[in-house]
């Protein structure tokens, strides 16, 4: 028997009505106790410019609605700032896009 560790090979299946996949424009991270959680999220009205009562501050209000939740726990945060890192990566070495695209970047 080898004394070399084992690799792991996950073996990922997605079931039929998921494939499509969400489209999401935007995502927020916060944190639970126990895990990460990512939201991610699509607008669903156009911003609108708001003020606060009884106040001088103005603000851009997004009408969003979440179309998937994903919990994390802790020791995956690394593994996937990893693989996102790595996808940007080739992702801006094959298009030569560094803002990935945005709008804002």
């Known amino acids: 028997m080898s004394d070399q560790p084992l690799e792991h090979r996950v073996?990922?299946?997605v079931p039929a009505d998921k494939?499509?996949?969400e489209y999401a424009s935007f995502a927020s991270v916060w944190r639970?106790?126990?895990c990460f959680v990512i939201d991610f999220a699509i607008e669903v009205r156009p911003p609108e410019v708001s003020e606060e009562p009884e106040s001088t501050t103005r603000f851009v209000h997004v009408p969003a609605q979440v179309v998937a939740r994903?919990?994390?726990p802790p020791g995956?945060?690394?593994?996937l700032m990893k693989a996102l890192e790595q996808n940007l990566?080739?992702?801006e070495r094959?298009?030569?896009d560094p803002g990935g695209g945005s709008a804002e970047g």
């Open 76 to 79: 995956q945060v690394w593994e």
């Open 11 to 13: 073996e990922i299946a």
């Open 94 to 96: 094959e298009t030569g």
């Open 89 to 91: 990566s080739a992702y």
């Open 19 to 21: 494939e499509v996949g």
């Open 70 to 72: 994903v919990r994390i």
């Open 32 to 34: 639970a106790q126990e």
